[in-house]
């Protein structure tokens, strides 16, 4: 029975090389198993790299994915907390799979699901990855196991490495600026109820610390104008431009249109400017902190952002 388990194990290890640790999983309290070559296809459904691992034993901790580039840059994060947008990533005993879309960590948005969208596909919030070698991390009760990754190009795509490179690289400009807006966008409305509840406290005595909040609350509400709404009127707003963008960029392995480029320049340049004003504004924020406690009144409380 021994040497017939033996070179069943040799056999499995012959037709597929992460099949041969199925025979010894009891032995081992978790395995990661080598990941097959993914290829970035457009295909329906679209690829995907499947990662399989196995726990002995149900995680006392949060388990964690994260899938590293060649330089070890953090590319896809995924948590065995988060229940979206992507999929569950277990910590519970047994063997699972796990099938990353070959992207960047998606951001965290309603999904965009066109009509003609198959169950599951959902519209992708964040650029593909470059072909190349990547390094799988699983960490589990804070013991890191890993495994290479290797993603090819789609075979039949005939585009050149430099044209693959511009196509990302302003892929990531409307995804870098898109995060950073998700960032800045839920902080603004709390800060200006905050505002608001301040002022109502305020006695007219206190006039510099009145128009200090003013100040601010009209900021506040600019920087939410100029990100979402139309300015000038008719003028896509920014969030959406980005977007939109985006998905013009992302939507065919080819080289992008020079306004497409040009447009992306702008856009990136209008958040440039949006997003330095959102960090002099904290500063400002907390210097009106430095008066709201000299007057032993509630400070104000946000995440702070750079």
């Known amino acids: 029975m021994h040497s017939l388990k033996k070179y069943l194990a040799l ?11 199925i025979l010894s999983a009891q032995s081992y309290k978790v395995i990661l198993y080598p990941p ?20 002995k034993e149900k995680s006392n901790d949060t388990v964690t994915l994260d899938i590293l580039d060649s330089i070890g840059n953090l590319v896809m994060h995924c948590t065995s907390k988060q229940l979206s947008p992507q999929q569950i990533l277990s910590g519970d005993s047994g063997s699972h799979r796990f099938l990353w879309d070959i992207h960047y960590t998606p951001l965290i948005v309603p999904p965009s699901h066109p009509i003609t969208t198959i169950i599951g596909d959902a519209t992708p919030t964040s650029p593909w990855v470059m072909p190349g070698t990547y390094t799988v991390k699983l960490t589990v009760n804070k013991t890191t196991y890993t495994q290479p990754l290797i993603v090819k190009m789609d075979p039949r ?46 006695g007219l005595d206190h006039d510099s610390l009145n128009d200090e909040l003013d100040t601010c609350y009209f900021k506040l509400g600019m920087l939410h104008h ?65 008066m ?13 952002t750079r």
């Open 11 to 21: 056999l499995l290890l012959f037709i597929n090389p992460s099949s041969f640790f």
């Open 36 to 55: 097959d070559t993914a290829y970035r296809t457009r295909q329906k459904p679209p690829s995907e790299a499947i990662i399989n691992y196995y726990l």
């Open 157 to 202: 795509v005939k585009v050149s490495t430099n044209v693959l490179i511009e196509q990302h690289d302003y892929s990531m400009l409307c995804y870098h600026d898109r995060q950073e807006a998700l960032l800045m966008l839920p902080e603004i409305t709390p800060l200006q109820t905050q505002l608001l509840l301040v002022s109502g406290k305020i």
């Open 226 to 290: 100029l990100l979402m709404d139309s300015i000038p009127e008719g003028r896509t707003p920014l969030n959406d431009k980005l977007q939109e963008l985006f998905k013009s960029i992302e939507a065919v392995d080819a080289q992008p249109t020079a306004q497409c480029l040009d447009e992306t320049n702008a856009a990136n340049a209008r958040f440039e400017k949006l997003w330095q004003n959102w960090v002099a504004l904290q500063q400002e924020l907390k210097r009106l902190n430095d």
């Open 292 to 304: 709201l406690k000299a007057t032993g009144l509630t400070e104000l409380k946000w995440i702070e």
